[in-house]
Nanobody, 122 residues
Framework: QVELVESGGGSVQTGGSLRLSCRVT????????VSWFRQAPGKEREGVAS???????DYADSVKGRFTITKDYAKNTLYLQMNSLNPEDTAMYYC????????????????WGQGIQVTVSS
């Protein structure tokens, strides 16, 4: 069973940075699309960033230029570096792994992490 475990969340002030980590077991992140999602209270879940098996990346418009998704293949771990954080980034963040090499659409996702809270204060 695929398992994803997030870490690195917390509370920061506006303009601060955080790096989220997602350790993945039982599948190789190099072979599948992996992604980060977030859900704020009262809002729908939204895709934040994804990386396919070839290293191609995609970002939500709201985080472009501020967030960076990377993988450490040796550690089989996914990261999300978040800079210039603002209160609108406050949410529960989830990592997810796909059944597909190139697609991280909702229909292709096979496993989710438990989520980790990120809170940005003004």
């Amino acid at each position: 069973q695929v398992e994803l475990v997030e870490s690195g969340g917390g509370s920061v002030q506006t303009g601060g940075s955080l790096r989220l980590s997602c350790r993945v077991t039982r599948i190789m992140t190099s072979r599948y699309c992996v992604s980060w999602f977030r859900q704020a209270p009262g809002k729908e879940r939204e895709g934040v960033a994804s990386m396919d098996s070839d290293g191609g990346t995609d970002y939500a418009d709201s985080v472009k230029g501020r967030f960076t998704i990377t993988k450490d293949y040796a550690k089989n771990t996914l990261y999300l570096q978040m800079n210039s954080l603002n209160p609108e980034d406050t949410a529960m963040y989830y990592c997810a792994a796909s059944n597909s090499r190139f697609s991280c659409s909702s229909r292709d996702l096979r496993a989710w992490g438990q989520g980790i809270q990120v809170t940005v204060s003004s």
